[in-house]
């Protein structure tokens, strides 16, 4: 008795078992690639996160004069560390101080940006200068926040600012921008300057993803240019819009590095002129790392909440325009 072998029969059998090999070979590439950057978002991101979660919960107890090796003890808090940062009288008005810099900066930031934006994609055509113009408009950004700050102390300071000389000269009394009237306004605009050509990058570009046949379409209708910005432009660009708001949100909430460079030129800059600040305050000077992390962990979730807010809000309007 003889053994046939069918072997095309046999082959075909191998086959699926190679393929599901390779299969799952390159399935797995994916993660590898992705594995540096998990790593570093697990080691600089999300750990430290917990760890100020878990800080906020902690106390140290103080047994005697506080001065023996084992007289300070870390001991489970709750959460009075939260009731401790939420009653603290400094903590509403740098919150309401927050608020209103954030009502000064964030739609003054973005009217700007998509105005430029429109401005530039109107004129399109013109290569050259909207180059420069957009190169222009965007350095600033360049600029690290600590530098601009430093550089705007210096123009806000009546004896060595230009800005003085120039009101001398035509006769009229510069105002004091380091005043406690003008505080707000001059940290503002240190972000407004810094923050604009960020955002109309952002909205200029979802504009140079339009096709220009629907603007010949719309010119041909008889629409002029403030028609179609109003009607097309900016209904198209609105998902931008909507990023854009919630990036600067989370910066407004986050602010630190202007006030707290421009303190040392001016007395009327508390130390816990923001929240932030006080976290700083705590953690540095006090040396009370336990209410610094509470009052970060009430600063990251005021952050989400707000910011998962306004897209819950406008989300479907924004990006489901179809709906």
Excluded: C
Excluded at 37 to 60: C, E, Q
Excluded at 208 to 221: G, H, M, N
Aim: hydrophobic residues 55%; proline residues 6%; without cysteine.
């Amino acid at each position: 008795m003889s053994l046939i072998i069918d072997k095309p029969a046999a082959r075909a059998r191998q086959v699926p078992v190679k393929a599901a090999k390779r299969t799952t070979k390159r399935s797995g590439t994916p993660y590898a690639f992705l594995a540096p950057a998990m790593i570093l978002f697990a080691l600089f991101l999300a750990a430290p996160i917990f760890y100020a979660g878990y800080l906020s919960l902690r106390k140290v107890q103080v047994s005697g004069l506080g001065l023996g090796a084992a007289s300070r003890t870390e001991v489970w808090a709750g959460l009075s560390n939260y009731a401790r940062s939420l009653t603290d009288p400094d903590f509403l008005p740098s919150v309401l101080r927050v608020g209103a810099y954030g009502l000064i900066v964030v739609p003054t930031m973005l009217g700007l940006a998509l105005l430029m934006a429109l401005l530039l994609d109107a004129a399109r055509t013109r290569e050259s200068i909207s180059k420069f113009a957009r190169i222009s408009i965007f350095l600033p950004y360049a600029v690290p926040a600590v530098v601009a700050s430093l550089l705007w102390g210096f123009l806000y300071l009546p004896r060595v600012s230009p800005i003085t000389d120039l009101f001398e000269a035509v006769g009229i009394t510069a105002p004091n921008l380091l005043s406690s009237d003008l505080t707000l306004w001059a940290v503002a605009n240190i972000a407004i300057w810094g923050g604009t050509g960020f955002n109309m990058i952002v909205i200029y570009t979802a504009l140079r993803a339009v096709p220009t046949s629907l603007y010949e379409s719309a010119r041909i209708d008889g629409a002029s240019d403030f028609t179609i910005a109003w009607r097309i432009k900016i209904p198209i660009v609105m998902p931008s819009l909507v990023m854009t708001f919630v990036f600067s949100l989370i910066a407004t909430l986050q602010v630190f590095a202007e006030p707290m460079t421009l303190r040392p030129l001016a007395n009327t800059i508390s130390t816990t002129w923001t929240p932030l600040m006080k976290v700083y305050r705590d953690a540095f000077t006090r040396n009370d790392i336990h209410a610094a992390a509470a009052t970060s962990v009430i600063i990251a979730l005021a952050t989400f909440i707000l910011s998962f807010g306004f897209l819950k809000l406008v989300g479907r309007r924004a990006f489901n325009q179809e709906d």
